[in-house]
Nanobody, 116 residues
Framework: QVQLVESGGGLVQAGGSLSLSCAAS?????????????LNWYRQAPGKQRELVAA???????NYGDSVKGRFTISRDNAKKMVYLQMNNLKPEDTAVYYC?????WGQGTQVTVSS
């Protein structure tokens, strides 16, 4: 069984910070399989399409959506099979459900709500 479990969402005021975590488990996610894949965070706001927030390749190359550049930081810990998203200077438009993604697998999502 494959699982990606996100945590760390919540309600925060504009300008605040949140740190999201995603833990991978299951027979598919052996240490080597996890470490060779690009890890992604996506988000989906009500009435909008799911969009890529941040990605980190196996070599550590980073890619961010334009709206979060300079505010969000993605990182990974292959030994723990974890991927993280540090979100600073949050804005109301960051409100969405945030999803962890590895290849074809998705977590259940964690809600982030930013109040103005």
């Amino acid at each position: 069984q494959v699982q990606l479990v996100e945590s760390g969402g919540g309600l925060v005021q504009a300008g605040g910070s949140l740190s999201l975590s995603c833990a991978a488990s299951g027979s598919v996610f052996t240490g080597s399989i996890f470490s060779i894949n690009t890890l992604n965070w996506y988000r989906q706001a009500p009435g909008k399409q799911r969009e890529l927030v941040a990605a980190i390749t196996r070599s550590g190359n980073l890619n961010y959506g334009d709206s979060v550049k300079g505010r969000f930081t993605i990182s990974r810990d292959n030994a723990k099979k974890m991927v993280y998203l540090q979100m600073n200077n949050l804005k109301p438009e960051d409100t969405a459900v945030y999803y962890c993604n590895v290849t074809l697998f998705w977590g259940q999502g964690t809600q982030v709500t930013v109040s103005s």
